[in-house]
């Protein structure tokens, strides 16, 4: 059985350099790199019982931490399987640092998000959460949080990734969201500097609550779809709520990959194909109350959960969603300096 911990950066990185890479050649557990409580772990425990293979659960909280750890040999040969979004798929795909995957036989709401380096595992909308019982006013749109009504001070979230932060700000001006235009992205900068004085954190909400369920100051923020859910677990309320911002809805899905410095790749395979079969596939969407990629699933899952518009789209809203896009290198450069400049100016003020 596998015990769920968090670990962070720092513990990660050590965690894994700790690995010997000739201990896993002596059927020690396979590496499954993810998300925090981001898979059913009944699933873990049906796999090592079929299998007889034990899975180690290691987790990361910052998409950079994690890109970092694939793009490094020496760490991304201790990992076996990770969970990759299908904006930074092309990226480390183009780097030469993932193995090709055969594709799923199931029909996929979004068939080319992993190309030809991942398998869907699961999708869904980046948008608000919020606590229903502190708002004094309606929230519906990025401009929301990035014009702020004055009782929000100190009670904002942002999601501080680079990708994420520019997403929502270019959102809310009205921009294409993959925009490289260097006039927009300073816009995007000035507004998010303006809007920083409000902001109580750049840790992702889910992150943040967990690390300190009893903190009640912190009110609405960016997250994911399924978020709102957790969050109410982890406070034990009712109160956050999800929404699907009114500028559309933003489309993120993520991949379960192998490194291609894994020297068990087809026990890693065999795990995806394991993770990702239809009948698992939807106990995983029941249980994270996220949407699965493969369109089959829709019709195991609960009524309930099928009939979740922030989970399930349904065809207006699906035919209006934008994907996050997959950028160059030096797109994505760019956008983490301009990160990491409005976190210097953010903790100088």
Known sequence: MVVLKHFYPIATLALL?????????????????????????????????????PVKVIFYDDEGLRNLVLSRSDLAAKIDVAIVDNATMHVLQEAGHLSEIPSARYEQFWPDACTGFGRPYLWGVYGLVYRQDKMQSNISSWRDILNPKSYLKGHIGMLGQADELMTTALAGMGYPIDSTDEM??????????????????????????????????????????????????????????????????????????????????????????????????????????????????????????????????????????????????????????????????????
Not at 39 to 47: F, Q, T, V, Y
């Open 17 to 53: 350099l700790a690995l010997p890479i000739e201990a896993q050649e002596q059927r020690e557990p396979l590496v499954f790199y993810t998300w925090e409580d981001f898979i059913d772990p009944s699933l873990i425990e049906a796999w090592e019982e079929q299998s007889g293979i």
């Open 184 to 349: 927009y992205l300073r816009q995007a900068f000035s507004l998010l500097k303006l809007q920083s004085e409000y902001v109580t954190t750049y840790d992702y909400i889910y992150s943040f609550i967990l690390s300190d369920p009893e903190n009640n100051d912190l009110w609405v923020a960016p997250a994911y779809s399924g978020d709102q859910y957790g969050l109410n677990d982890i406070q034990g309320i009712d109160t956050w709520q999800f929404v699907v911002p009114e500028e559309g809805a933003i489309i993120w899905v993520d991949c379960l990959t192998i490194p291609v410095s894994s020297i068990r790749k087809d026990e890693a395979l065999a795990f995806i194909d394991f993770i990702t079969r239809l009948d698992n596939s939807a106990q995983n969407s029941e249980y994270l109350w996220t949407a699965s990629p493969y369109k089959e699933v829709t019709s195991l899952v609960s009524e309930e959960l099928r009939e979740d518009r922030t989970i399930y789209l349904d065809k207006d809203s699906l035919s209006k969603a934008i994907p996050f896009k997959g950028m160059k290198g030096a797109d994505i450069l760019q956008r983490t300096r301009i990160k990491d400049a409005l976190l210097r100016y953010y903790d100088s003020h």
